[in-house]
């Protein structure tokens, strides 16, 4: 008997080192396949690239013509003609006229580091338009996030004509439509997934809208911010409005604030965002700016800015200030032109930050003691749903965040009010769309309020509600968690041994980034090296060493991995001979550069011949 073509077993690719359960749990993959694989060959070749640059370009699905503009991303060549956004030719005349007709202009932000770099942009052009605006940033836990009729009518009874909300206000209906009542006109500028309606406002400029078809609702709220003042730049040049005395604002030279807010929020780095955040770096590297400088400062951070540092390090502080802190903090900093009165409001970011971290830790522990007793020893569950009274509505985010990374699974964490109305944020994992079910939630009447994107949502429900809830994301998103959980997937570039991990291979491999969400970190393999040190080092973290057959050796970090699973294994292999997956990094400590591996993922080698791919 001869079965279809399609009853035709397919033939899996093998799995890299021959790693089919590494000690965490996970398939190693090569991130190529047989069409990559010719593909790196061919950039290799035309372009006169080391291999292992080829590799990573062509795992990115970087094409053999496009290789030159992935390398040095340039907004001229990305930026697309403004007015494709729908509504941004209205929202562009209604800002330009309020620069010329020298208007009072409120802008209402979210409390977060895309809300904080979208107002902080959008006052310094209002600024050289020579209009002194109102900022209002809400209050996390008084105000809650987006436009609140309290706040409208403040801004109103301050003489604001024109209110402009940034990164929020597309689901404010209600708020909004006060705003016109009161004789404000109103433009949006958000990129948040939509509801079924749309609140009636002078523009609302959304890439993430039904009818828009742009094509750039991967961008963060300060991009498409930066988008919209160069339709305002061309709307006020075409009214003459620029002249000797006051000059057109060089938009490209707060492309700091623009790299800040995209890779905190997380924004996939493809398109333009890649060239947002490539020359945002170039210009942090400057050091010319007041308030990233204090920034970059109180952070300590040594050596040139790489966009994980604006993720991990530089946000942080920013977002601290609307968490636990004074929501407008991370405004004023960015507009701030004292060196010293910047400093000061960057130390007082580190302190809140710094606070930040110990509520977040008690909030952590006792959500995944509730997690690990939700899910039992069987391990069932899509979804986890923590609540608990106590705990800060500003860090609920980062224990979702925290939790989603630990039991790889969508996570919500609430805080409960004494009233009985929690206050929660979500976190996802890919190919789970978590605004989506929020947004179906909210419109069923099982939550108060509710929205975001994709990845990450926030939400407003009753006590009594949260077992209802829970079952309902649970049966909502147990086929896409499946899916998208059936495979454990770790996907590696390439193979080098510790000789070959020096400073000038990080430095070939950063000529393909910025790296980040859309662009991940090149991982490399270490085939059979021998671990030699492992010890505990700053907060659970595991600091190791790797020696290779010809005695070379290389230093690594495991972050956050004491009690985990790969902390687990690296400390019980001491001594061993593992095949190793990381990226690897430039460490600078006193002026001195050191390459060192990030730890991802370990396996005991097979016993058989090894191939290295």
């Avoid at 433009?187 to 406002?201: A, M, R």
């Avoid at 004491?562 to 001491?574: C, D, V, Y």
């Amino acid at each position: 008997m001869i079965l279809p073509a399609s009853a035709l077993p397919v033939e899996a690719p093998p799995a890299f080192l021959g790693v089919a359960r590494s000690l965490t749990g996970k398939l190693w993959r090569d991130r190529l396949d047989a069409r990559g694989a010719a593909r790196a060959l061919a950039i290799a070749q035309r372009y006169q690239l080391p291999e292992m640059l080829a590799r990573v370009l062509a795992g990115r699905d970087v094409e053999v013509d496009a290789v030159e503009d992935f390398l040095d991303p340039t907004i001229r060549k990305l930026m697309p003609d403004p007015f494709t956004v729908t509504q941004m030719e209205e929202a562009a005349k209604r800002i330009a006229e309020a620069a010329v007709r020298g208007e009072k202009v409120a802008i209402f932000g979210d409390y977060d580091v895309d809300g904080a770099t979208s107002a902080a942009l959008l006052a310094w052009h209002l600024r050289h338009c020579g209009l002194d605006s109102l900022i209002h940033i809400p209050d996390r836990i008084f105000e809650g996030y987006g436009p609140n009729v309290e706040a409208v009518r403040m801004l109103a009874g301050k003489g604001a004509t024109l209110l402009v909300t940034v990164d929020c206000g597309t689901t404010s209906a209600e708020p909004l439509a006060e705003a016109r009542k009161l004789g404000m006109s109103v433009v949006v500028i958000d990129h948040h997934q939509c509801g079924d309606e749309l609140p009636e406002v002078d523009a609302l400029v959304n890439p993430n809208r039904p009818d828009d078809l742009s094509g750039l609702g991967h961008l963060a709220a300060v991009g498409l911010v930066l988008v919209t003042l160069v339709a305002v730049n061309r709307e006020l040049r075409a009214r003459g409005f620029w002249t000797p005395e006051m000059p057109e604002p060089d938009l490209l030279g707060m492309l700091h604030h623009v790299a800040l807010g995209t890779v905190a929020d997380v924004a996939p780095l493809i398109g333009l965002n890649r060239a947002f955040v490539a020359k945002g770096l170039i210009a942090m590297r400057r050091r010319d700016h007041v308030g990233h400088t204090a920034l970059m400062d109180v952070a300590r951070l040594n050596g040139p800015p790489e966009a994980w540092h604006l993720g991990f390090m530089l946000g942080p502080r920013i977002n601290a200030g609307g968490r636990i802190g004074r929501a407008d903090l991370g405004v004023r900093l960015l507009l701030e032109g004292d060196i010293s009165e910047a400093a000061k409001i960057a130390a007082e970011l580190d302190r809140l930050n710094n606070e930040r971290r110990v509520i977040e830790q008690m909030a952590e522990a006792q959500a995944e003691a509730e997690a690990l007793a939700a899910l039992g020893f069987e391990d069932k569950g899509a979804v986890i749903v923590t609540a608990s009274e106590g705990w800060h509505p500003g860090v609920v985010g980062l224990v979702a965040s925290r939790l989603k990374d630990k039991f790889a699974r969508p996570v919500f964490a609430v805080a409960l009010e004494p009233g009985g109305i929690g206050t929660g944020s979500g976190r996802s994992i890919g190919g789970v769309d978590l605004g989506k079910a929020v947004r179906q939630a909210v419109h069923d009447g099982l939550l108060l309020k509710g929205g975001g994107h994709a990845m990450a949502a926030g939400v407003t429900l009753r006590k009594e509600k949260l077992a209802e809830f829970r079952a309902y994301m649970e049966s909502a998103l147990a086929a896409d968690v499946a899916q998208s959980r059936h495979v454990n997937e770790v996907f590696v570039d390439g193979a080098v041994s510790a000789r070959g991990v020096t400073t000038e291979l990080a430095a070939t491999l950063n000529r393909a980034g910025p790296f980040g969400s859309g662009n991940p970190e090149p991982v490399l393999a270490l085939p059979s090296h021998q671990l030699v040190y492992a010890d505990e080092v700053g907060q659970a973290h595991l600091r190791v060493r790797f020696k290779s057959g010809d005695g070379a050796i290389v230093n690594g970090v495991a972050f956050r991995s004491i009690g985990q699973k790969l902390g687990n294994a690296l400390t019980a292999h001491r001594g061993q001979v593992l095949h190793v997956a990381g990226s690897i990094a430039v460490d600078r400590w006193q002026g001195a550069e050191r390459v060192q591996l990030r730890v991802l993922d370990v396996a005991v080698p097979d016993q058989g011949p090894e191939v290295i791919r």
